[in-house]
């Protein structure tokens, strides 16, 4: 009734993705660009950049067939604590990516979280929220997590904060910031049994801030890239596309793991 499409609010949990080559080729454009313009030192000849950048985009064009090829995987693997995962914008493709260098809107002392095509500060470290939990130990549904960024290190991780529109109106900001709040991974799927013990990919699912009452969400607008904590009832009746995620594989070794939990899925 309200006219929200649910998949603006599904995210899928992803295994760490490759972006070595990628990140490879833009550093030589970047250092072609400055030959070009006399402020980097030379490449070479001109022939010698051409077959250079041929090779740089022939290793980035096999990484992300080889990234494709890991989402597009759906076998089931445990999610450990410790393990490094991506979170991916169900309707819209994109991961949700931490900007080490560009501070939150509301919180200065915090850093930017947007949704992006895909790079290392998508990397997520997923760590107990509390300390009789291990790292090694499976992450359950509907237990609380932290989820902390690689690139900018320990105890950085994701948070909500108030914050108001252009137009007065209350929204939720979330970001990242040291010591970041816990969340809970909720599953989100109309087509896996009651009885059903393994979450296999790429089932979808939320991430829920209880003690807030609110889902982690994002826009499927490209203009619009700054995810946010969506307050609102935690029952059936407040489900929205924007706040869906979907675990994906990942790394090759953990091809013979599963996310289990004990409580009736969502």
């Known amino acids: 009734s309200s006219g929200l499409d649910v998949r603006e609010f599904l995210f899928v949990v992803v295994d760490q993705l490759n972006y070595i080559a990628a990140k490879d080729l833009s550093r030589f454009r970047k250092h072609l660009r400055q030959s070009a313009d006399g402020t980097g030192g030379g490449v070479g000849g001109s022939s010698g950049s051409a077959s ?3 090779a740089y985009e022939e ?34 493709k ?16 915090s850093r930017r979280v947007d949704i992006h095509t895909g790079s290392s500060s998508s990397w997520i470290r997923v760590n107990p929220f509390f300390g009789h939990k291990a790292q090694g130990v499976p992450v359950m549904l509907n237990e609380q997590v932290l989820l902390e960024s690689v690139k900018l290190g320990n ?35 109309r087509s896996i049994a009651q009885q059903a013990k393994v979450l296999s990919c790429p089932s979808p699912l939320r991430l829920v801030n209880v003690h807030f009452s609110g889902f982690v969400a994002a826009s499927p607008s490209k203009s ?14 407040n489900k929205c596309a924007k706040d869906v995620w979907v675990i994906e594989p990942g790394l090759p070794n953990h091809g013979d793991r599963c996310l289990e939990w004990h409580t009736t899925p969502v």
């Open 155 to 189: 105890h950085w991780g994701l948070n909500w904060a108030r914050r108001q529109t252009m137009a007065r109106e209350e929204v939720l900001e979330v970001n990242c910031a040291l010591h970041g709040r816990g969340f809970y991974i909720e599953l989100y799927s």
């Open 52 to 54: 250079r950048l041929k």
């Open 59 to 92: 290793r980035a064009k096999h990484e992300e067939a080889q990234n494709a090829e890991k989402m597009q995987r759906s076998d089931p693997r445990t999610v450990l604590y410790g393990d490094i995962i991506q979170l991916r914008h169900l309707r819209t």
């Open 94 to 109: 994109r991961f949700l990516r931490i900007r080490a260098k560009s501070h939150a809107s509301l919180q200065q002392t």
């Open 224 to 237: 619009k890239s700054i995810a946010y904590l969506r307050r609102g009832p935690l029952g059936d009746k």
